[in-house]
């Protein structure tokens, strides 16, 4: 079958909204209209002419609109293959009637669930009828139009104009393909309550990731490498995906991936002082707490000014004029505040290509979830990376405890080494990052390359010494050697946080203190792979 002249429609919607027009313009082709509840109320109210679903199967709705739509007058009339002679017979044997479009839209189970409700309100909101209706139609797109989406009114309207009044194949099967793409997202979204919410599963038997494409990017990670952003398809979700792009060329998936590892670690900072989160390469190449903004991006820059061009910058106060004053003097491809004052809109207008991104409100850095990664031939899920230390929690192993300055760089350094891909070495002075190593094969290296960077910058800046003299070491693990405490020995470093649990700590822990370091043990460890 090609072009279906349009006879009978059957609709049920709870979002009303284009209904009535959309009605109006089938009424035109003679469409006999057929619905349902508040629905069929809609339309009368509008002038146009009705049928029942319950005058059509010959029973009430009943138990509160649970039942309605589900009888074989309805899914009969919607599965029917209607050159196929036993199907034929039986609908005239039963009186069946053929239906040629069905436009639902169904509970909001999603939005029931985000505004708070009680249990036995939010599985109310589990639709019953219209995900049944929505499948028998979409099975039989041959034949039946199914419309789950008001944007498609017009479209399909459009196609009523130019076919006086049916639907093109080519047409039922797009439809089709969004109907099925729908009902799965709506049981996915049931199934993660479930699992999730009601039960407090860790880990279901079947993980359902209800996802809705936002927009399809340039390329992945290389030109030759298709990608695509993808939004939780229920409310409620922050972050990066959900920021507001005030200016700039498209972003890419790097800028995407770039832009949340810097908007993760500065929403660690989101109660503390203006911070600053320079990234490169989904590593942060520097990071600097201040008493203003501008004062936090210039320490952040002095850590490596060099990684800096062409990086992500992620802040956790609006941005202000002076701030992104400083920050166009290099080329920087995102920006990320919570908000932005006119002045700093005005300065990055002069920078076309420049994204500034608005993403209001931090997320919760200690916010539960699931992290998601797929190798060949599965996928891995862990619970995401929210563990977080206080003072309180770390354990002082060396003969000499850190002074109170010491203890604050030390938890800034710890922080940041979390978001530093390991093995991760992050030095740390006066609440400003002083060299960073990431990703090396083994920890002295980490270590080694840290210290260099420091005295890279130093150089740079024209310093007398490097930041890393009297500064915090942080190690995303521990040392299993007393090697790499002793290279941050010589780039200067006074005090140590490490998760400990090595079998050589004794002899990491005897060298710390024969170089007069303090050193504390958080017992917990950031891998970040």
Not at 136 to 141: D, F, L, Q, W
Not at 228 to 239: D, F, I, T, V
Not at 341 to 350: I, L, N, T
Request: hydrophobic content about 45%; proline content about 4%.
């Amino acid at each position: 079958m090609t072009d279906i002249k349009i006879r009978r429609a059957l609709l049920s919607v709870s979002d009303k909204a284009g209904l009535v027009e959309f009605g109006r313009a089938l009424a035109g082709y003679g469409v006999e209209l057929v619905s349902t509840g508040g629905t069929a109320k809609a339309l009368r109210e509008a002038g146009l002419e009705v049928r029942d679903v319950s005058d059509l199967t010959g029973f009430p709705e009943m138990m509160d609109g649970r039942v309605k739509t589900l009888h074989p007058m309805v899914h009969g009339g919607l599965l029917c293959v209607r050159d196929d002679p036993e199907h034929a017979k039986a609908m005239a044997d039963h009186g069946i009637g053929a239906i040629d479009l069905v436009v639902v839209n169904l509970y909001p189970f999603a939005a029931t669930v985000a505004k708070g409700a009680e249990r036995d309100e939010v599985v109310e909101n589990i639709d019953i009828g219209g995900p049944s209706m929505v499948r028998s139609a979409a099975k039989n797109h041959a034949y039946v139009a199914i419309v789950t989406d008001a944007a498609d009114y017009a479209v399909l309207t459009a196609e009523l104009a130019e076919t006086g009044g049916a639907t093109r194949i080519e047409t039922r099967k797009r439809l089709a393909a969004k109907a099925f793409a729908l009902t799965a997202e709506y049981d996915a979204t049931i199934a993660s309550w479930f699992a999730f919410a009601d039960q407090g599963e860790r880990f279901p038997a079947a993980l359902s990731v209800p996802l809705k494409r936002a927009e399809e990017l340039r390329y992945g990670e290389n030109p030759h490498q298709a990608a695509a952003l993808y939004l939780p398809a229920g409310p409620g979700a922050r972050g990066i995906a959900q920021a507001k792009q005030i200016q700039g060329k498209e972003l890419s998936y790097n800028n995407y991936n770039d832009a949340d590892a810097a908007l993760e670690l500065v929403s660690e900072f989101r109660d503390g002082p203006p911070t600053v989160v320079i990234v490169k390469h989904a590593n942060p190449c520097g990071v600097a707490t201040a008493d203003t903004l501008i004062e936090a991006y210039q320490a952040a820059l002095a850590c490596d000014s060099v990684s800096a061009f062409g990086g992500i910058i992620a802040v956790n106060r609006p941005l202000d004029g002076p701030t992104a004053e400083a920050i166009s003097t290099i080329f920087t491809e995102v920006v990320a505040a919570p908000d932005a004052d006119d002045a700093a809109k005005a300065v990055f207008a002069r920078k076309k290509n420049l994204r500034l991104l608005l993403t209001g409100d931090l997320p919760d850095p200690k916010r539960p979830g699931l992290s998601l990664k797929s190798i060949a031939g599965g996928m891995l899920v862990q619970s995401r990376d929210n563990g977080a230390i206080s003072s309180g929690d770390l354990k002082v192993v060396t003969k000499r405890a850190p002074s109170e300055q010491e203890l604050a760089d030390c938890l800034f350094a710890w922080t940041v080494a979390k978001h530093v891909k390991s093995n991760a070495i992050v030095y740390a002075k006066g609440g400003a990052t002083a060299g960073v190593g990431a990703g090396q094969m083994n920890r002295l290296e980490s270590a080694r390359i840290a210290a260099w960077k420091a005295r890279d910058a130093a150089e740079k800046a024209g310093w007398e010494q490097p930041r890393t003299i009297g500064s915090a070491v942080a190690s995303d693990a521990f040392f299993p050697f007393a090697d790499g405490l002793l290279t941050a020995v010589e780039a200067g470093a006074t005090a140590v946080i490490q998760p400990g649990g090595s079998i050589r700590d004794e002899e990491v822990i005897a060298a710390a203190d024969q170089a007069g370091l303090a050193m504390v043990f958080t017992g917990m460890r950031h891998f970040r792979h």
